[in-house]
DNA sequence: TTAGTTCCCTATTAG
DNA sequence: AGGGAACTAA
């Protein structure tokens, strides 16, 4: 206070007092984020340099330590957003992340680079692709084309697909890639074996073919990441020096090649935090090895470990449960999650009869717990082992009128006539993008079959061009002559589809519109409507896309439009004393999207890493379906399990090894803790799975939960698992009858009725089901439908009409 | 050679 | 139940 001591004397106590509350008030120095942290927690949060694993089981407050580390990095040590990776394991996380750091500290959390493995890593590869041999525009291949890819292959080798199974090859290749065994590797490690030598052989093609197309599939995005970093020190050290903080999140679920970039990444700076749950352990499937985070502090020389044990999440009753269950493990941390919270209600296991009755009960539950006003639909959460499991809830739900949204399942991209539409695509943005070509050279059916398609490609590979161009010139192969002027004018076709892009005329969702018309694809699904009464409706998937198109381009629209406002939002920060402006690697996107040909290019680069719907502006009140691998992270106030039965949970694929048991039992550790308060489990005696009937025995897991936690319902019979190994699916004729019976009665979609697309217009008033009344400030006539911006009370939504529902004010 | 039909076979989890 | 291969008709 030597401040003070110069002739002044009385109100010392006023001024202290003003001081500290100035300072709590103004510092803004970043402690005030300790704040409502337990130990723990705080620890975590503070530590900033050097390597850190933190330890956190279910519910203890995770993702509330990762974005409050993040924030206090930047707030208290003033860390530029620019240099922090955040790795989270879906793109669902990495928005709900940014989103709450944005709360915490602004506008600045955007420079934050955080998103998946894939979706990070493509994003610089793009950047770097000349240096590996491609083109900034490669293309990121799917499951799908992987096995199209392979049979290909497997032709041309002449590898009998009676004998071998290209999916087979595809596991064994991805395998090996997330190994980092490179083709060159396995060859020699193949030896005699048969299986392995004509493993290698397709691999090595397969390889070729993928370079060939300019193209990688998901497991190359690691793979070649690694390379970059590994051959490239210029290129490494840019992103270690960008990189200075990095975070991994679910490091449980990390494989071989995503630790080596990991690893590379952050060699010299060491300052890596990666939080997991060896529990939670439930993506070896795809290469996931628990080593990674086991060995974490031999990988990391001194790192600091930080264990979270205090559950916050559920009650005790469910986390007992939880508890009980995974202690049936053998290969595992000893460890015990607390927690403070009241004993709550039972676990409610539900035995019914059949599948019918099941959506039944879930159905109504959900109906009582919200008019109860228990809690509301989005506080509720439908979870199941297989996405098959999803349709007889989603009917029930749908016969209730109770609002759901189904994540995850047949992804939007996966859709055929979606697929069908980004080929299209494809080939305008590159022609030399085969894999599209052979996909829609005879979609819809132009007369063009096998044996041609085979000749074109034949007559590209001799010629080192691509298939388009050989259409372009058909005419000059004499052994094409009788489809020349078909493919000829297949050519025109997408050329005339670049001349309307070049002409830079329409929007963008025009465009498609415009490709999905012109294509003939949207003719050609009506067609087949017609001729064989299709169950889905297909056209409304494509006209789903336009949405989706709608949505991207006003998101992009928006990012360019936030650069010109670039100067306020750095004042902004500057208050709370975040440094952005002298970082040199504060960057964001800058890729050229004023022109339809650079949206369209941008468009394509995402969408292969993006399963549509990922993304919850959280403002709808649904009910959630999901499997329980992608609620991983999630947590709700109830929970609803589905199929609780030997040969679905755990998996029939599941059975035979000690080790997949154990993932499948750190899955019900996963889904039982997804829930806070209620939680129930249901079963089925009868279940119609796979077009057939099977009487499965209840899920050994239920037998592991303590009875004085359950309450059991519906049947009598004692939830009892067999005592040895699992009976094989007998099949029921009865009972299928039955089910089938009530099925046809279950089977009656119902569209929303409302005001027909042609009856809207610009300044009507309407009413929406949920968003209640609003106005309509655009409206579009799209493919028979009508794509409307409507305002409800500030808020604007984007919908097409046919499925809006929508009435008159 | 292509298009339409039938028959057969095979089924997790995901970026 | 649905997709793909094999078969058949034009």
Not at 400 to 415: A, L, Q, S, T
Not at 533 to 539: C, F, K, N, T, Y
Not at 719 to 731: D, F, G, L, M, Y
């Amino acid at each position: 206070m030597g401040a003070f001591d110069n002739g002044f004397d009385g109100e010392f106590d006023l001024i202290s007092d003003l001081e500290n509350t100035y300072s709590e008030v103004n510092t803004d120095d970043g402690d005030e984020l300790l704040e409502g942290l337990n130990p723990e927690q705080k620890e975590a949060v503070m530590h900033l340099d050097g390597p850190l694993l933190i330890l956190a089981g279910a519910g203890s407050g995770k993702t509330r330590v990762i974005t409050y580390r993040i924030a206090y990095m930047m707030k208290k040590h003033h860390v530029s957003p620019g240099s922090i990776l955040a790795i989270t394991f879906t793109n669902k996380a990495a928005n709900e992340m940014k989103e709450r750091i944005n709360k915490l500290v602004g506008d600045s959390s955007r420079y934050i680079w955080s998103g998946t493995f894939h979706s990070i890593f493509a994003r610089i590869l793009r950047r770097h692709a000349e240096c590996l041999g491609f083109t900034s525009a490669f293309t990121i291949v799917d499951t799908d084309d992987q096995i199209k890819l392979i049979k290909q292959v497997m032709t041309e080798l002449d590898i009998p697909e009676k004998i071998y199974k290209p999916r087979n090859f595809q596991y064994e290749i991805s395998k090996q890639k997330n190994d980092m065994v490179s083709v060159e590797e396995f060859e020699r490690s193949a030896g005699k074996d048969s299986y392995y030598v004509n493993t290698a052989k397709v691999y090595r093609r397969y390889q070729q073919r993928l370079i060939e197309n300019n193209s990688m599939d998901f497991d190359d995005i690691l793979i070649y990441m690694v390379r970059l970093l590994k051959e490239d020190p210029e290129i490494l050290s840019f992103y270690q020096n960008k990189f200075r903080y990095i975070m991994v999140d679910e490091y449980q679920d990390t494989n071989r090649a995503q630790y080596t970039a990991v690893q590379l990444l952050s060699s010299s700076h060491k300052n890596i935090c990666v939080v997991g749950d060896d529990d939670q352990s439930i993506y070896s499937f795809r290469g996931a090895d628990v080593r990674m985070i086991l060995s974490f502090e031999k990988d990391f020389r001194g790192a600091k470990v930080v264990k979270l044990e205090r559950n916050y999440r559920s009650t005790s009753t469910i986390l007992e449960a939880a508890n009980k269950v995974i202690a049936n493990n053998r290969s595992r941390k000893e460890k015990k999650l607390r927690t403070e919270g009241g004993k709550g209600d039972p676990i409610i296991i539900m035995n019914s009869d059949t599948q019918m009755v099941e959506a039944m009960f879930t159905a109504d539950t959900i109906l009582k717990l919200v008019k109860s006003g228990k809690c509301g639909y989005s506080d509720i959460a439908v979870l199941y082992r297989m996405n098959a499991l999803s349709r007889s809830i989603e009917s029930a739900l749908r016969e209730r009128g109770i609002p759901f949204k189904v994540y995850g399942g047949m992804r939007f991209y996966d859709r055929k006539e979606i697929k069908d539409v980004f080929a299209y695509l494809r080939i305008i943005a590159d022609g030399k993008d085969n894999l599209a070509f052979e996909r829609i050279i005879n979609v819809p059916k132009r007369g063009i079959g096998d044996a041609t398609v085979d000749a074109v490609r034949e007559i590209a590979m001799n010629e080192g061009t691509d298939c388009l161009s050989v259409c372009q010139n058909a005419f000059d192969y004499p052994e094409l002559q009788r489809a020349a002027s078909r493919l000829n004018s297949f050519y025109a076709l997408i050329d005339m589809m670049r001349e309307e892009l070049r002409k830079n005329e329409k929007t963008f969702p025009e465009y498609i519109d415009f490709v999905e018309n012109r294509s003939g694809i949207v003719d050609d699904i009506i067609a087949q409507r017609e001729s064989k009464g299709e169950l889905i409706d297909r056209v409304e998937n494509l006209k789903e896309l336009l949405t989706e198109a709608i949505e991207f381009e006003k998101a992009r629209r928006a990012v360019s439009f936030d650069k010109e406002e670039l100067h306020r939002t750095e004042a902004d920060n500057d208050i709370v004393g975040i440094e952005i402006k002298n970082d040199p690697y504060l960057e964001e996107e800058t890729r050229n999207i004023d022109t339809l040909e650079g949206l369209l290019n941008a468009y394509l680069e995402t969408a292969a890493l993006y399963a549509s719907g990922d993304e919850d502006d959280g403002s709808d009140d649904n009910v959630k379906l999901m499997t329980i691998h992608s609620a991983k992270g999630l947590e709700f106030s109830s929970v609803f399990l589905v199929g609780a039965e030997e040969g679905i949970f755990p998996s029939y694929k599941c059975l035979t090894t000690e080790s997949d048991l154990e993932e499948e039992r750190r899955l019900m550790y996963v889904a039982i803790t997804r829930a806070k308060k209620n939680l129930f489990i249901t079963l089925t005696r009868n279940r119609m799975i796979f077009g057939q009937t099977q009487c499965n025995a209840p899920s050994r897991f239920l037998k592991e939960m303590p009875p004085e936690l359950l309450y059991l319902m519906g049947s009598k019979r004692e939830v009892k698992p067999p005592a040895v190994n699992p009976v094989s699916p007998r099949r029921s004729d009865s009972a299928k009858a039955i089910s089938s019976a009530i099925s046809g009665a279950f089977k009656k979609p119902k569209p929303p009725e409302g005001l027909a697309p042609s009856e809207l217009s610009v300044g009507m008033r309407v009413v929406h089901g949920r968003f209640g009344e609003g106005t309509i400030i655009k409206a579009e006539q799209v493919a028979g439908d009508c794509l409307v911006t409507i305002d409800f009370d500030g808020m604007k939504k984007n919908m097409l009409a046919k499925s809006a529902g929508l009435k008159k004010a």
